[in-house]
């Protein structure tokens, strides 16, 4: 289990990484997290007319070490980044690798059987259909 202080000192320090100002001013007076940063890829969930569609940036990560589970309501897609290195001691490392896991949560909308995934220059694309009848109904009162 994380330290969610560690966990949050991570996440604040991968934010000021992304502004130069930032990094600059306050990156110096923090302290450093205790393990180094584990790969979790950046997702969008977008809603399109057909059902939703997941995009998780993973460059660097072959197709093979990918697995896209579907397991009762939730959608696991799981895999290992691996460490482009070869044996060398970095000076500097801001490229998180290893194992990654994120789940989601499936809404009840969506045809299991017919979910599809495809990988396309380090973006994997996961196409969740919406079923025919979760679209916006008046029920009548009784």
């Known amino acids: 289990?994380?330290?969610?202080?560690?966990?949050?000192?991570?996440?604040?320090?991968?934010?000021?990484?992304?502004?130069?100002?930032?990094?600059?001013?306050?990156?110096?007076?923090?302290?450093?997290?205790?393990?180094?940063?584990?790969f979790s890829p950046d997702v969008d969930v977008l809603e399109t007319d057909k059902g939703w569609r997941l995009l998780l940036e993973l460059p660097g990560v072959p197709r093979d070490s990918i697995a896209v589970e579907v397991s009762g309501a939730r959608l696991v897609v799981s895999g290992k980044k691996p460490d482009?290195?070869?044996?060398?001691?970095?000076?500097?490392?801001?490229?998180s690798t290893g194992p990654f896991r994120r789940e989601f949560l499936l809404p009840f909308q969506v045809i299991?059987?017919?979910?599809?995934?495809?990988?396309?220059?380090?973006?994997?694309?996961?196409?969740?259909?919406?079923?025919?009848?979760?679209?916006?109904?008046t029920v009548p009162i009784e």
């Open 112 to 137: 299991q059987e017919s979910i599809r995934a495809r990988m396309d220059n380090g973006l994997l694309t996961v196409d969740l259909p919406r079923t025919s009848a979760a679209g916006k109904r």
């Open 1 to 38: 289990m994380p330290d969610t202080a560690d966990l949050a000192l991570r996440n604040l320090q991968r934010l000021i990484a992304r502004d130069p100002l930032l990094r600059d001013i306050v990156n110096p007076s923090l302290p450093d997290a205790k393990r180094q940063a584990r």
């Open 84 to 95: 482009a290195r070869g044996g060398l001691s970095a000076r500097v490392s801001e490229r």
